[in-house]
């Protein structure tokens, strides 16, 4: 997209070429694999392109085909890459995922230390304009995966608190991109508090606060200022907490799960969407909840993200009970 008007939504990280096995087992093994792309924000961004919000991406790419393969699949999603820049020195980061067989979470293999999007700072969105922007969506890769890009990350949202956007983070964990567990409790938990809604999974939570039970976790961001929390349940749906209300939003039945990567992204797409359409965080976690499970029907790690259309069948007949 070369439009030049303002965004609806800005979204920043790292996109990969993701290889996903065409056959199971470990990775030594495996001679064939699918190309396609991967990456918690880039998976999140196209979703809410595809339901028809102007997205910018804000990222880098190596100067290299990895690179250009990212560049075409996102333009033809119809992101705004006006801030998607290539970088010389520094090779497209790569991911190799196994071929998951009984709906187990397959195992990925990152090729993305000294990354083109890794080497991302504050520099890169000096020229950025939040204004007029409606909503900044965050997750716990940037802090990841540099000094500079943890600066950026607490940068964009300082930057979208002040210009008045809404802010979603997802916390996304990623152990093994982290030097040690309480760097990232500290680092992830100062970036929820400049959130408005914080969308963590039960175990995320529970690793994050060191509190138990879903309730316990949403009051502990509430408390550091969040307005909404939904906490990602997996099958069972999901659990919804504001200063006035709390409680389940059951989850939908999948009859066979193909692969579990990128369901929590396919939810923050869907809580996202419906609280720009001005639903309630109810309403929210119910579209969350269903745009998960179709993530969870795919091999890919964005393929079951659905255009308006799908999504108005999914809503119609899965009706929030
Ligand atoms: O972004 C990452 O770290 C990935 O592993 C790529 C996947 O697309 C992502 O995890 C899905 O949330």
């Known amino acids: 997209m070369n439009d030049a008007s303002t965004p609806d939504i800005l979204t920043f990280g790292e996109a990969m070429t993701l290889f996903i096995a065409e056959t199971p087992g470990d990775l030594a093994e495996v001679e064939r694999f699918q190309r396609r792309i991967a990456g918690a924000d880039t998976n999140v961004a196209i979703g809410l392109a595809r339901l028809a919000f102007h997205v910018a991406w804000i990222s880098r790419v190596g100067d290299d085909g990895f690179g250009t393969f990212i560049r075409r699949t996102l333009d033809a999603e119809g992101l705004d890459c006006r801030y998607l820049s ?181 939810f923050a797409v869907g809580v996202i969407s419906a609280l720009l359409d001005g639903c309630t965080l109810r309403q929210a976690a119910h579209r969350g909840n269903l745009i998960g499970a179709e993530q969870v029907q795919v091999t890919g790690d964005m393929e079951g993200l659905p255009h308006r259309a799908r999504l108005r069948d999914l809503e119609a007949a899965h009706p929030l009970a």
């Open 86 to 266: 290539t970088d010389a020195e520094h090779p497209t980061g790569l991911v190799f995922k196994e071929r998951a067989e009984h709906g187990e979470d397959p195992k990925v293999a990152y090729y993305r230390r000294g990354s083109a999007a890794s080497h991302m700072g504050v520099a890169d969105v000096r020229d950025l304009d939040f204004q007029g922007v409606r909503h900044l969506h965050a997750t716990g890769l940037p802090p990841a995966l540099s000094v500079s890009t943890r600066e950026l990350a607490f940068h964009m949202l300082e930057r979208a608190r002040e210009a008045g956007l809404t802010i979603s983070f997802d916390p996304n964990l990623r152990p093994s991109l982290w030097n040690s567990e309480a760097e990232m409790r500290e680092t992830l938990n100062a970036l929820a508090a400049h959130a408005d809604w914080v969308l963590p999974g039960l175990a995320e939570g529970q690793r994050l606060t060191g509190l138990d039970n879903a309730h316990d976790i949403a009051g502990y961001y509430l408390d550091q200022g969040a307005t909404g929390v939904i906490i990602k349940l997996g099958p069972e749906g999901s659990y919804v907490r504001t200063a006035d209300d709390a409680g389940m939003v059951k989850g939908v039945a999948v009859s066979h799960v193909v692969d579990t990567v990128g369901a929590g992204d396919g």
